[in-house]
């Protein structure tokens, strides 16, 4: 049974980080590419960042980039996102979710696993 497990989430100040990490158990990691989506009330499920199976390449959604940084650890299993210099906008449930469709992929359709997300809030 495949279980994608977000921590780290809470409410920061604007211009504030956080560190979210999520834990993949039940799958062979190495063979995932990883991503990260974000939700806000009333809006679609939205691409943010993506890193490949083996951490050499990643993608971002231009709203988070230079800000946030996608990155894994095979060891642990597991991916985490630094997100810095965080905005009101930024507030949202974050999923982490597992894909064995292309290198970086960032459509929401591509992924097979997901996690039950953790929230982010951003007071401004």
């Known amino acids: 049974q495949v279980q994608l497990v977000e921590s780290g989430g809470g409410l920061v100040q604007a211009g504030g980080s956080l560190t979210l990490s999520c834990a993949a158990s039940?799958?062979?990691?190495?063979?995932?590419?990883m991503g990260w989506f974000r939700q806000a009330p009333g809006k679609e499920r939205e691409f943010v960042a993506v890193i490949n199976w083996s951490g050499a390449s990643q993608a971002y959604a231009d709203s988070v980039k230079g800000r946030f940084t996608i990155s894994r650890d095979s060891t642990k299993k597991a991916v985490s996102l630094q997100m810095n210099s965080l905005a009101p906008e930024d507030a949202a449930v974050y999923y982490c979710?597992?894909?064995?469709?292309?290198?970086?992929?960032?459509?929401?359709?591509?992924?097979?696993?997901w996690g039950q997300g953790t929230q982010v809030t951003v007071s401004s």
């Open positions: 979710a597992a894909s064995y469709d292309g290198a970086t992929p960032i459509s929401k359709v591509q992924y097979r696993y």
């Open positions: 039940g799958l062979t990691f190495s063979n995932y590419a």
